[in-house]
């Protein structure tokens, strides 16, 4: 079996042998100018949601899982230690930056039930075609009490009605993109099996205009940009409050 080798100290988490093969992903084609964008447009962006993640750190227990890892930014910038993801391109570019990353995807069981103490989904729920299976899957592998962390760009704010109508314009990211509400992101919570704990939004600024670093807020905020879910492990799925 494969090992996820994480940091010294912390619990090794083992890939099962009994994989699915990941059929194509579309990222393999735009894997380059994906990851280009975190050093180009996004890097203020980006800079603004690691910094929001940050706050969170301390409080999520180890090992960590990104589901969606993508080229790793996000999980070098936060110490993430293993990732998977559907394109083996992203996964290439997430191992040159130290990453243990797999290819494979969110619902299929490549690891070790209570593998894992906090698994991630930044910027990935909107791009899964079956959300409740991976977050059932997600769920499985996390220790009792373990966290979910979702990084989510919502529905109903003004970063996300952008990114709708260029969905519906045929761009060539957003065109894969489904879009949620909080109030659809806690239900699908809710039905599987996590209770949530705490919310920190960032990006106030309007789309197109971010020029300077934000001090991430606590709690709901529907103008923003980009909100963080924490959700905890439970038997009984408790629904998230939204208030401040």
């Not at 993801?85 to 996964?91: A, E, F």
Request: overall charge positive; hydrophobic content about 35%; proline content about 5%.
């Amino acid at each position: 079996m494969l090992s996820t080798g994480h940091h010294s100290g912390e619990s090794e988490s083992k890939s099962k042998t009994r994989r699915k093969s990941s059929s194509f992903s579309p990222f393999d084609e735009l894997a380059l100018e994906y990851d280009a964008w975190f050093d180009g447009e996004g890097s203020l962006i980006f800079f603004n949601e690691v910094q929001a993640f940050r706050t969170l750190l301390p409080s999520l227990p180890k090992p960590w899982l990104e589901i969606g890892v993508g080229s790793g930014r996000f999980a070098q910038a936060l110490g993430i230690e293993t990732g998977i993801d559907p394109s083996g391109k992203l996964v290439e570019i997430a191992k040159s930056r130290g990453i243990n990353a797999f290819r494979g995807r969110g619902e299929e069981q490549i690891f070790d039930e209570e593998s894992f103490g906090t698994v991630f989904l930044i910027v990935t729920l909107c791009f899964l075609g079956s959300p409740l299976d991976v977050l059932k899957e997600a769920r499985r592998i996390l220790i009792p009490g373990g966290k979910i962390v979702l990084g989510l760009v919502l529905k109903k704010s003004p970063w996300g009605q952008l990114y709708q109508q260029k969905k519906e314009e045929g761009h060539r990211f957003y065109r894969y993109a489904k879009f949620y509400s909080c109030d659809e992101v806690v239900r699908l919570l809710f039905k599987t099996g996590f209770m949530g704990e705490r919310m920190i939004s960032t990006l106030m600024q309007k789309p197109g205009n971010v020029q300077y670093v934000e001090e991430p807020k606590e709690g709901y905020y529907p103008d923003a940009g980009f909100t963080i879910i924490v959700g905890v492990k439970r038997d009984r799925g408790v629904s998230i409050s939204k208030g401040r």
